[in-house]
Nanobody, 115 residues
Framework: QVQLVESGGGLVQPGGSLRLSCAASDRILSIGRMAWYRQAPGKERELVASMTGTASTNYADSVKGRFTMSRDNAENTVYLQMNSLKPEDTAVYYC?????????WGKGTLVTVSS
């Protein structure tokens, strides 16, 4: 059973930056797919960024050029660097790991962008 623990959320002003972390319980980053999703109040969960086992990344159009996903294999951790944050980025951010039919979620970390 893979466990994922997110951290790094908080309150930030528009235009600010945050870095989210997702620590995995096992050495899984080089296989399967890691991803960040977010869910804003009253909205469906949406994919923000993903990274394959070979470290190929994809981003939602709404965050391209502002968010960067990276990983540290030695630490079994993936990151989401979020720059130029906007109020519409306010959401609970979830880490996700998927390998074939297995799908794991963290509990989420809240990001609030407000002045």
């Amino acid at each position: 059973q893979v466990q994922l623990v997110e951290s790094g959320g908080g309150l930030v002003q528009p235009g600010g930056s945050l870095r989210l972390s997702c620590a995995a319980s096992d050495r899984i980053l080089s296989i399967g797919r890691m991803a960040w999703y977010r869910q804003a109040p009253g909205k469906e969960r949406e994919l923000v960024a993903s990274m394959t086992g070979t470290a190929s990344t994809n981003y939602a159009d709404s965050v391209k050029g502002r968010f960067t996903m990276s990983r540290d294999n030695a630490e079994n951790t993936v990151y989401l660097q979020m720059n130029s944050l906007k109020p519409e980025d306010t959401a609970v951010y979830y880490c996700n790991y998927r390998l074939f039919a297995s799908n794991y979620w963290g509990k989420g970390t809240l990001v609030t962008v407000s002045s």
